[in-house]
């Protein structure tokens, strides 16, 4: 008969160590790999949540922040349907930086209401980790709600050659990587890890799986 005053066999295996979901944000400059570093995320069982692909989902038609861009910028990001015309809007805002930030103060709210409630959910199914992935990790708030940030970095060269293989013209390439001017610096005094990208895809990768295996090692609780 077991002592009722002291621990069961159960209880003493429900004592076991047990691992916490890991929140992990995830920044870094057009062209240098954060969706590559997302993407070895995902293998190794973490839920990415991407800021862009939210944003995009918010402002589609029919979505909180569809309606409240047209108000903003008017007849010249509307098709002939009466919606959003990204590219039109992506013209003006990556030519414009108060453009951008009249956009980002429409997005930024409505993504982070989305992004919490995701972490909730992924954290409830018991997920490793959850990457919130955003160029604007630091200026959204994102950070704040992250255990670790990850600055993926690369140089300059490698960058615009890679923003240039997507299909933009070296100008259209040149425009998204002003408008992203200062995002290194801003970030780096948050990041707990800095992953360079510049040389080979293996050497980035085998630093992934490292800042990986530390952050779940760092996750353990008892």
Do not use: N, Y
Not at 16 to 25: L, Y
């Amino acid at each position: 008969m077991t002592d009722a005053t002291g621990p069961t066999e159960a209880t003493a295996r429900g004592q076991a160590v047990a691992r916490r979901t890991v929140r992990i944000g995830l920044t870094g400059p057009i062209g240098c790999g954060k969706s590559t570093v997302a993407g070895w995320l995902v293998e190794r069982g973490a839920v990415v949540l991407d800021a862009d692909v939210i944003a995009r989902e918010l402002s589609a038609p029919g979505q909180p922040a569809h309606d409240a861009v047209l108000a903003v910028f008017g007849e010249g990001v509307r098709v002939d349907d009466g919606t959003l015309d990204r590219a039109a809007l992506a013209r003006i805002v990556f030519a414009d930086p108060e453009a951008l930030a009249r956009l980002e103060a429409i997005l930024h709210p409505v993504v982070r209401v989305r992004i919490l409630a995701a972490l909730r959910e992924a954290e409830g199914a018991g997920a490793p980790a959850v990457v919130v992935e955003a160029i604007k990790l630091v200026e959204g708030g994102l950070a704040a709600l992250c255990d670790e940030v990850w600055l993926v970095t690369c140089a300059s060269l490698v960058q615009r050659g890679r923003v240039i293989e997507r299909g933009l013209s070296g100008a259209d390439a040149d425009r998204r990587i002003a408008a992203q001017a200062g995002l290194v610096e801003r970030a780096r005094p948050v990041a707990t890890r800095v992953i360079d990208t510049s040389g080979p895809l293996g050497d980035a990768r085998s630093r992934v799986a490292a800042a990986w295996d530390d952050a779940q090692s760092m996750s353990l609780r008892t």
